[in-house]
């Protein structure tokens, strides 16, 4: 078997009658070279099938041509049935992938695991970083910012750190879910909330305190994790606080499924006993028994927009945008 020597910068240099380092300049993106000559250059990777050697072109752009995004979470959190990550990792990848960036996923659940990560894009592996997922304080993105890292968060971070991010209208999405719930004229409306370390649980949770005060209704609030087994054991909670509830808003739709079982084993109707609002819009919620009433965030838009801002960030491109907020919007089912 004949093996085929990989073809170099000088075997191209050679073809086009051009110099080795004209070469390298359009190879690595240079602008400064005449049409005429990055034609003839880029004929000639053509014919000879040049791959540019990554280690040699990132010696001169300085650059990986990765990106990470962080989960701060395990991996059994990660691939659990909670349909978040695939469709953040699906937005973050599609729009890396169109720019031809290679996309490095970590995990960060433990203390161990923060620290490896750490490691990891403080010695220059990634050209830049994204999170989502985070709990607390985290510390770690600002550190990234003041060491020179680009970073965009999926969430506004918790604390002072000034770090770009995309969110959603938690707040907003939630006031319009439970003013839904009161003009339909439910008055025991409990909820179940989302962690209150992560700012899509608290921001959540407020939409739902300031929407029943202004109604001048009591609230009944029991926290869930974003699990379906969350929304279940708190559903159950709430049914044993308030027999009489008759409606629910579920800070996710995993939680949200979970309630509807604790509901349908203790014996009540949905809707007619209680009506149930979600909060995401997972395909699945389409199909649920009864088919759910859910605030649609546009999860994989946000991960497109995370890799964008983080992209401009990398490329120096002028007037980026600190935070952007996206929209979310009420779909209305059958079970509220």
């Known amino acids: 078997m004949v093996i085929r020597e990989r073809p170099t910068l000088e075997a191209v240099a050679r073809r086009a009658g051009v110099s080795r380092a004209t070469v390298s300049r359009v190879v690595n993106g240079s602008t400064s070279v005449a049409a005429s000559i990055r034609e003839a250059v880029n004929r000639a990777v053509e014919e000879l099938g040049y791959v540019p050697n990554q280690a040699a072109r990132s010696l001169v752009t300085q650059r990986t041509e990765s990106i990470a995004l962080i989960l701060p979470e395990t991996a059994n ?14 937005g973050v990848g599609g729009e890396l992938e169109a720019a031809d960036k290679q996309l490095v996923l970590m995990m960060a659940g433990s203390a161990k695991s923060h620290d490896r990560v750490e490691r990891y894009a403080v010695a220059g592996h990634v050209d830049g970083v994204m999170f989502a997922s985070m709990h607390g304080a985290d510390p770690l993105p600002g550190t990234l910012v003041r060491l020179g890292i680009p970073v965009v968060c999926s969430g506004r971070p918790i604390g002072a750190a000034a770090v770009p991010y995309v969110d959603v209208d938690h707040f907003g999405g939630v006031c319009g879910a439970v003013r839904h719930l009161v003009t339909a004229g439910r008055r025991r409306i409990a909820t179940i909330a ?12 407020a939409g739902y305190r300031a929407t029943l005060e202004e109604a ?16 279940m054991v708190a559903m159950r909670k709430l049914l044993d606080d308030d027999p009489a509830l008759d409606a629910v808003f579920v800070a996710s739709d995993m939680m949200a499924h979970g309630a509807l ?21 997972f395909e699945i919620s389409r199909y649920s028994e009864p088919p759910l009433t859910t605030v649609r965030q546009p999860i994989v838009e946000m991960g497109r927009t995370m890799a964008r801002q983080l992209l401009g960030l990398i490329n120096d491109e002028p007037h980026q945008p600190d935070a952007v907020v996206l929209p979310t919007e009420l779909v209305i089912r059958e079970t509220a």
């Open 216 to 231: 001048g209704l009591a609230q009944h609030v029991r926290i869930g994790d974003f699990t379906r087994e969350s929304g």
């Open 77 to 90: 959190r990660v691939f659990s049935d909670d349909l978040f990550f695939p469709a953040i990792i699906r």
């Open 194 to 205: 989302g962690p209150q370390d992560m700012v899509a649980g608290i921001d959540r949770l």
């Open 261 to 281: 079982t604790a509901l349908k084993d203790a014996g009540r109707r949905v809707p007619g006993d209680v009506a149930v609002i979600g909060f995401d819009d």
